[in-house]
């Protein structure tokens, strides 16, 4: 049994929360307000404490002042009377130190260790990384010389992605990191897998006895995963110019949608048998070795000029730091395999970008249509069932289906037997980075990659990457505002098959979602 599952109706343990880049975008959009959110929940040990760090100074109360900014402009929770927000405020430190100056981290120590007596807290530390990636190796060997480290209770690393830039950096991060804590002590996040959506796939197919017989080559023609932004890179054109849409969503939440989805099941929900399990799958991806494999299968493209409900919208290159000239994917897509008994066959088409006409996640499961169609004299052409699980924002599945046309005699439609999660009044679904933080402080790694799953993944992306790299200028381009451009819908007609249409658009032919959530 894990100590989550020990702990599952109480809270977390009582801890010191260490937020490094706590002045940043991460901390201030998404850590502050899900920490708020675990307090109102009361998810938090009374006896919690949080030091944020980064370089900038800040007293306390600035610091304080920051956080209840964040709260009032992120947090799903509204802030309640004065004297709760203090009782909570008061928790809240902060530290201002480099994290290449060992001395800082010296102090640090000292201030723990005060606010560790002040709360009673039994020396149990939880690091998280809310830093460039360059610094997590720095972060981690100057927590040791430090003495950070040497507390009475467990010490918890969590870290941001991107977790490397390819399979050799990862590596290299992976071992300084590793000197200083054990694999069990790493969580390294794939926000993905907090989304409730994501964490229910594995419900859907284990505890439901109609899904699983079905779930196979025998049964399903092909698996659809869509992940689409109508946000183009915003401020952050630095960094997503030197990674793209690969690294940036394909290496991680793809892969790790596509593993949950065609995972076995495991023997046992302990965190290292869904890990087993879903390393498996990754390691299973039929690698595309060569460029002409990688160009028959995956499609590249970047935004241009475009426009969206009116209004237009500047082409990626003329994007805030990004390079003028630059080849950087801003949307892609492809067709997988997985290679073992269960999947040979069955094509796997994932596709994200930028710049496309919704903000949607779903993952659309088409199964194979009836052995023979016996409406077939009375001229209906059936659809194929599909089971839809939506993501992202809206959250939900449901099951397209056929059905008679009600009070005709003959007439066969297609309908969706929809349940939407977050349509329902009372349902308020907690944001990804509050059950990862209770996750993580309460020591299950379920929803967190290990690290044989993140260099599988990056292996199986570096042949596409690599066979890119010699041929950097052929990235096809689409109109910002659209669904990226022609060459990903060949992906799937080669096959006999089309993209189905994500969360309501273009279907405006498409009678099934009648009594739906749309
Ligand atoms: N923002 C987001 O939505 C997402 C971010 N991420 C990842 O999270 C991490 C943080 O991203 P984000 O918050 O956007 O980045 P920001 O640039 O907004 O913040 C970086 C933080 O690091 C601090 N910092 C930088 N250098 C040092 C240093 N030498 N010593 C101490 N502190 C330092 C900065 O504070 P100061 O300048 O005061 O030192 C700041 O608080 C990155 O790995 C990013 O890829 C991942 C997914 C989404
Ligand atoms: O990790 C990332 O995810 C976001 C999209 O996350 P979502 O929860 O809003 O769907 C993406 O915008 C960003 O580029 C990427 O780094």
């Known amino acids: 049994m894990t100590e989550k599952q020990n702990l599952e109706t109480l809270q977390t343990p009582s801890a010191v929360f260490f937020i490094f880049g706590a002045t940043g975008d991460l901390a201030r959009r998404k850590l502050f307000p899900a920490i ?3 307090y ?14 980064a370089r ?13 900014q964040s709260i009032i402009e992120f947090c799903r929770y509204k802030i309640g009377a004065e004297e709760d927000w203090n009782r909570f405020a008061e928790h809240f430190e902060y530290k201002s130190l480099d994290i290449n100056n060992v001395a800082g981290f010296q102090e640090l120590k000292e201030q723990t260790e005060v606010i560790e007596t002040k709360y009673g807290i039994p020396g149990n530390r939880f690091f998280f990384l809310a ?24 010490n918890r690393l969590v870290i941001e992605k991107p977790f490397g830039y390819d399979l050799e950096s990862a590596r290299k991060l992976n071992a300084e990191i590793n000197e200083v804590f054990k694999e069990d ?23 439901n006895a109609f899904f699983e017989p079905l779930w196979n080559n025998q049964h399903i023609s092909n698996i659809q995963i869509t992940l689409s932004e109508t946000v183009g890179v915003e401020e952050r054109g630095g960094y997503y110019d030197h990674s793209g849409a690969l690294r940036d969503m ?35 991806l039929r690698a595309y070795m060569t460029p002409e494999e990688v160009d028959k299968n995956v499609v590249r493209a970047q935004y241009g000029e475009g426009e969206s409900k009116g209004k237009t919208l500047p082409g ?16 892609f897509a492809a067709r997988l395999f997985v290679d073992n008994f269960r999947w040979s066959g069955v094509p796997f088409y994932i596709r994200t970008g930028k710049r496309l006409p919704v903000k ?32 992202n924002p809206m959250e939900g599945i449901y099951i397209k289906i056929n059905a008679k046309k009600p009070g005709s005699d003959s007439e066969i439609q297609p309908l969706a037997m929809d349940f939407c999660q977050s349509c329902m009044i009372g349902i308020n679904s907690p944001e990804a980075y509050e059950s990862l933080i209770e996750d993580a402080a309460q020591g299950d790694s379920t929803y967190f990659t290990r690290w044989d799953e993140v260099s599988a993944a990056w292996s199986f992306i570096d042949h596409i990457a690599d066979a890119w790299a010699q041929n950097p200028t052929d990235v096809k381009s689409y109109p910002a505002g659209s669904w990226g451009p022609d060459e990903t819908h060949l992906l799937l007609q080669q096959d006999g098959y089309h993209w189905w249409p994500v969360n309501g658009q273009d279907e405006d032919d498409v009678i099934w979602q009648v009594g739906s959530s749309n």
């Open 250 to 284: 394909g290496q991680n939440h793809m892969l790790q949608m596509l593993a949950m989805i065609a995972m076995e099941p495991p023997s046992r929900l302990l965190p290292e048998d869904i890990h087993d399990e879903k390393v498996k799958v990754l390691r299973s």
């Open 56 to 68: 900038r100074p800040r007293t306390n109360e600035e610091f304080r002042e920051d956080l209840h």
């Open 316 to 331: 990626y290159r003329q994007e805030d730091k990004v390079d003028p000239a630059s080849n950087t994917e801003t949307y």
């Open 36 to 38: 708020y959110s675990l």
């Open 40 to 53: 109102r929940e009361g998810k938090l040990a009374e006896d919690f404490a949080v030091i944020g760090v």
């Open 360 to 391: 949607t996640t779903e993952i659309i499961v088409e199964f194979k249509r009836t052995p023979t169609n016996v409406y077939l004299g009375q001229r209906h052409n059936l659809e194929p069932n599909l089971l839809v699980i939506r993501v």
């Open 131 to 154: 830093l460039a990636p360059e610094l997590f190796g720095s972060v981690s060997l100057n927590l040791r010389a430090g003495g950070m480290m040497d507390g009475t209770g467990w």
């Open 185 to 207: 002590e790493i969580y390294r996040i794939d926000h993905y897998l907090g989304k409730e959506m994501v964490q229910n796939i594995e419900v859907i197919r284990f505890a």
